[in-house]
């Protein structure tokens, strides 16, 4: 089945940086790279997805980019701010989510510096 | 409703006790996912209905849990005979359309503590 590593598992940036986290996976099928943020005591919520037909998608001030060759892909957010401080997961499917669902990464904890 | 709602938020049961976990996905979602995520963890996936059909169970962690759906609407999960490795957060998402790219809405999860 698949696999899907994720670093760092903490990452501090001051405010106003850029924040970079990482995520491979093991199965050449996955197709559907979604990514979700999970502020405390809330479920998992969808900030940004990019399918395997792409290679980088951006929603303002975040951006992901899918390298299918070397099985990784990356969120970049820029500009940060203090309410971007949350858990971050990455998570990939060779269906969108049907009888596998997600395999997620292990998560990161971004943190802010004012 | 407004989203995915999940029951209770906070269980606390001693070893050996059954539990039961609600979810109620978003009105018109067919597609229903449970997810345990253990302290530190990312999400491990345990289980999908699509609309009546039947789930694949593959992903349960042993035959102590089981999920069913009734009316295509609500599911429970039911763990039997708690174990203290159970204590995580179990989480619900649904979503439109469960063979395609559509996204999970996840519920706010309920956080089991096994004693």
């Known amino acids: 089945g698949e696999n899907v590593e994720q670093h760092p598992s903490t990452l501090s940036v001051q405010e106003g940086d850029s924040a970079v986290i990482k995520c491979t996976y093991s199965?050449?099928?996955?197709?559907?790279f979604p990514w979700y943020k999970q502020e405390l005591g809330k479920g998992p919520q969808l900030i940004i997805d990019i399918r395997s037909n792409v290679g980088e998608k951006k929603d303002q001030r975040i951006a992901v980019t899918l390298n299918k060759t070397a099985k990784h892909f990356s969120l970049h957010i820029t500009e940060t701010q203090p309410e971007d401080s949350a858990v971050y997961f990455c998570a990939a499917s060779n269906t969108g989510g049907g009888a596998d669902g997600l395999t997620f990464g292990k998560g990161t904890h971004l943190i802010i510096q004012p | 409703g407004a989203g995915v709602s999940q029951s209770p938020s906070n269980k606390v049961t001693e070893k050996g006790k059954d539990v039961e976990l609600r979810c109620d996905p978003i009105?018109?979602?067919?597609?229903l996912y449970w997810y345990r995520q253990s302290l530190g963890q990312g999400l491990e996936f345990l289980i999908y209905f699509q609309g009546n059909s039947a789930p694949d169970k593959s992903g349960l962690p042993s035959d102590r849990f089981s999920a069913e759906r009734t009316g295509g609407s609500v599911s429970t999960l039911t763990i039997q005979r708690t174990q203290q490795e159970d204590s995580a957060v179990y989480l619900c998402a649904s979503s439109s359309l469960g063979i395609s790219y559509n996204e999970q809405f996840f519920g706010p999860g309920t956080r089991l503590t096994v004693l």
């Open positions: 009105s018109g979602h067919t597609a």
């Open positions: 199965d050449s099928a996955s197709n559907y």
